[in-house]
């Protein structure tokens, strides 16, 4: 058998996966809250995988249970995105028909998993349905013993062995012995829900990302100018929502129409301050709808020093203007580290896409890069007349996509 058709066949043993979270910080009366949110977004991730899948909570675990023909590596790949997933653990799962049936069964699992076989291993045992024949300690022993008969390479070790077997009995028995790593986190949803101010650039989707893996749902808003951004600048940020929600789940984006506002702007302050003015006034309304929609903070993508809005005296004049705490996950990270992370969340692609941003057309060659606060206070005075009804009427124009 070639090594490619050999793997394949490995993988269609697996009929479900048991699925491992780290259980620190959820004891309790959280724990439940941490697992129902799990078993939802399991739900949600392999509702675009093809096949019918079982998700239960079992005796306090997660086990995925496939109910049809699945693709393996894509369900693997969907998993890999659920924050909360420790580990993923394929597991064998057969009917109970008896020892003799058994020892076949867990045989060939650990011929066709470990085609190096020169490895220590242990049999783990749980018993979960008590009237199983054989004590747990009495199954490991004989299992190990039928194994050591059918594969003479391997070495009992129970202290550090390279291979732990678990074999669980339940209904059905469950057998299992690999761990591909999960993305940590936690499950969305059990951190409350935040505002995501999200251009169509590299940083705004990472931020979005790190956030949400603290469990935290995301709301998000774009603000574009039409006509001078365009539909495609649009698209490429309702893409990268999109691509976003595969880790977070749906995403509500809020598209706020923003040229009457910059223009206002243009038309009444300095020029060397509008990209501040501009900035604190997408704070404001990112404040306004996060309020509206239950948010407990904004995110952006926001790096000390990355460009003029960007340094301290510029994050003064931004955040000032906002009461909900503004969650800045990259504010120490380095444009390749963002890069790095947003290769790897497969947003990068789209993020480099070359579509005009609002932020970048009436930029100033001088644009202050220590801005004082009163100073640009006094000069907002200059928009009195008319920023109030601009402001409404942005907010009550605004575009609601789902992105999913
Ligand atoms: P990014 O790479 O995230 O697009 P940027 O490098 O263009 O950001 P700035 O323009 O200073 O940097 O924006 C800083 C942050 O402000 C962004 O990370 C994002 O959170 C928010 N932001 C900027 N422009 C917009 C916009 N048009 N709509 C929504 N949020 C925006
Ligand atoms: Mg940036």
């Keep these: 058998m070639s090594a490619r058709s050999a793997y394949t066949e ?25 697992e129902d949110a799990l078993v939802r977004q399991i739900k949600y991730a392999l509702k675009k995988c093809d096949g019918e899948f079982l998700v239960h909570k079992t005796d306090g675990r997660i086990y995925v249970d496939a109910q049809s023909e699945f693709d393996f590596d894509e369900v693997v790949t969907h998993l890999k995105r659920v924050f909360g997933i420790a580990g993923i653990c394929p ?10 049936k058994l020892c076949g069964t867990v045989v060939s699992y650990v011929e066709n998993v470990y085609p190096d076989r020169r490895k220590t291993f242990k049999v783990q045992v749980r018993r979960a349905r008590k009237n199983y024949p054989k004590d747990s300690l009495e199954l490991a022993r004989d299992m190990g013993e039928v194994i050591l008969n059918a594969c003479p390479e391997m070495k009992v070790d129970v202290h550090n062995p390279e291979i732990l077997l678990h074999i669980e009995v339940r209904e059905k028995i469950y057998i299992y012995s690999e761990i591909i790593p999960g993305p940590g986190g936690m499950p969305v949803g059990t951190g409350g829900k935040a505002m995501l101010l999200l251009s169509g650039g590299i940083d705004s989707p990472v931020a979005g990302y790190m956030i949400a893996k603290r469990g935290v749902k995301i709301d998000a808003v774009y603000f574009h100018a039409p006509p001078y ?22 995403i509500y984006l809020h598209v706020i129409n ?18 501040i003015i501009m900035r604190r006034y997408m704070m404001r309304i990112a404040e306004h709808i996060a309020r509206e929609t239950g948010c407990l903070g904004l995110i952006t993508g926001e790096s000390i020093g990355q460009v003029a809005s960007q340094t301290m005296n ?16 990259l504010i120490g990270f380095d444009k390749q580290e963002i890069v790095e992370v947003a290769e790897r969340i497969d947003t990068y692609e789209t993020s480099i896409l070359p579509f005009e941003d609002c932020c ?17 206070r006094r000069h907002e005075h200059n928009l009195d007349e008319q920023i109030e009804e601009l402001f409404r009427r942005a907010v009550d124009t605004e575009e609601l996509i789902i992105a999913e």
Aim: glycine share 4%; proline share 6%; with cysteine.
């Design 10 to 34: 490995r993988k269609a043993m697996f009929t479900a996966f048991l699925i491992k979270y780290a259980e620190i910080g959820i004891k309790g009366k959280n724990r439940y809250l941490f």
């Design 314 to 329: 510029s994050l003064i004049a931004t955040n000032e203007v906002c009461e909900l705490p503004v969650y800045r996950p």
């Design 229 to 250: 951004t365009s539909e495609r600048a649009k698209q490429k940020v309702v893409d990268l929502a999109r691509i976003v929600a595969r880790y977070t789940g749906p």
């Design 360 to 376: 970048t057309i009436f930029v100033a060659k001088h644009p202050v890069t220590k801005p004082n606060v009163n100073v640009i």
């Design 91 to 100: 597991v064998v799962h057969v009917e109970d028909e008896g020892f003799e």
């Design 258 to 275: 923003f040229t009457d506002i910059q223009m206002y702007i243009y038309e009444k302050c300095p020029h060397e301050e509008l990209t």
